[in-house]
């Protein structure tokens, strides 16, 4: 498989560069012919290897994109600049998609790759503190105000679903060990409500994608998990190989699938002076994750290390090493195969 790759993608580049040297360096009003129409025995060779590829046992690879911009300035805010080796990407706004962002999201889908969003109970609890900080309110956010608010936004975010391949269902929440009476029974019913929520979703669409995010090990009810193709550990407060080893293991709790286990990790900010996310250390956290998870012995470690979810994804784009540089090297490190 992967020298069919290697062949289509030598064939579609050699194509790309042919007419790169074809293009006049003046501005000219005219529409240049696309790689596809130019050579299009070999963009399909390519595109039918990208799909085999992600049809093949691999370790995945999942990317969120900051689909913000619906006037895109540049080629960086189409994911469809994402590697096309990706294979699913989740789009962070998914209300009121511009078209040309539905024409990207069938440009990528033919490749194989699967277009998902994402949604976020904590993004959802930090919305009602907010708004009830803001007006002087109650922010619990394990009260019946916050229940039927919760209720209100979930139907809104899954009636979103139509124009996509699936979701991720982010849900966080406490240790339930050490809750007991009525804050145990508050908890569970919060909890209920998202549960409820996802598991009438997934009975009317079960041809596509159902993602856990979070720490599931702090589900009282892990049925939902059976359920799901992956589910993704964030490892936000882990710096290093051992303490991230050591919060797969905590997650791994009873009733917790272990065969589909990716781990978040992010891209680091567009300035290179920044240094607020995406490092351990000075090291960029992408490639150590990558190096981790493409090890490992499942007999052993008790758990199959599926593959990765790049955070803030659209940030590579404008890498100094070129477009998409380190999230390409992490890929090629998981998937030894070439990529865009």
């Known amino acids: 498989m992967k020298n069919i790759l290697k062949t289509a993608l030598g064939l579609f580049a050699m194509g790309s ?17 696309t790689t ?4 299009p025995e070999s963009y399909a060779a390519y595109v039918q290897a990208l799909n085999d590829y992600k049809a093949s046992d691999h370790k995945i690879v999942y990317a969120w994109f900051d689909n913000s911009a619906k006037v895109p300035q ?3 805010q189409h994911i469809t600049s994402v590697p096309d080796s990706v294979d699913v990407i989740s789009m962070m706004y998914p209300e009121s998609l511009a078209e040309f962002e539905l024409s990207d999201m069938e440009e990528v889908r033919a490749k194989g790759t699967k277009v998902v969003y994402t949604i976020s109970v904590p993004d959802i609890e930090q919305a009602w503190v ?27 975010l899954f009636a979103c679903s139509d124009s996509f391949d699936g979701i991720i269902v982010e849900f966080v929440g406490q240790n339930p060990d050490f809750m007991t009476g009525s804050a145990l029974t508050a908890y569970e019913t919060k909890q209920n409500i998202v549960l409820n ?38 490892i936000d407060d882990v710096e290093d190989i051992n303490r991230l080893m050591l919060t797969v293991q905590q997650a791994l709790t009873e009733g917790v699938p272990t065969g589909n286990i990716l ?46 979810a790049i ?28 990529t865009k």
Do not use: H
């Open 197 to 234: 929520a996802a598991n009438t979703w997934k009975s009317a669409n079960a041809d596509k994608i159902l993602t856990w995010q979070g720490k599931p090990q702090n589900l009282t009810d892990k049925g939902i998990l059976a359920s799901c193709d992956y589910i993704i550990l964030d």
């Open 74 to 76: 540049s080629a960086g």
């Open 263 to 308: 781990i978040a990790v992010s891209t680091t900010p567009e300035d290179s002076s920044d240094t607020s996310y995406g490092y351990w250390g000075s090291t960029r956290a992408l490639g150590e994750v990558a190096e981790w998870v493409s090890g490992g012995y499942p007999a052993t470690d008790g758990f199959t290390r599926a593959g990765i």
């Open 17 to 33: 560069l042919v007419m790169v040297s074809c293009t006049d360096v003046e501005s000219l009003d005219i529409v240049q012919p």
């Open 130 to 156: 907010d708004q009830q900080f803001a007006n002087g309110g109650d922010q619990s956010t394990t009260s019946a105000e916050f229940n039927t608010y919760l209720q209100t936004e979930l139907d809104a």
């Open 36 to 39: 596809e129409e130019t050579y």
């Open 311 to 338: 955070y803030n994804v659209q940030n590579d784009y404008y890498s100094t090493g070129g477009m998409y540089t380190y999230v390409k090297d992490a890929i090629n490190t998981l998937n030894p195969a070439p």
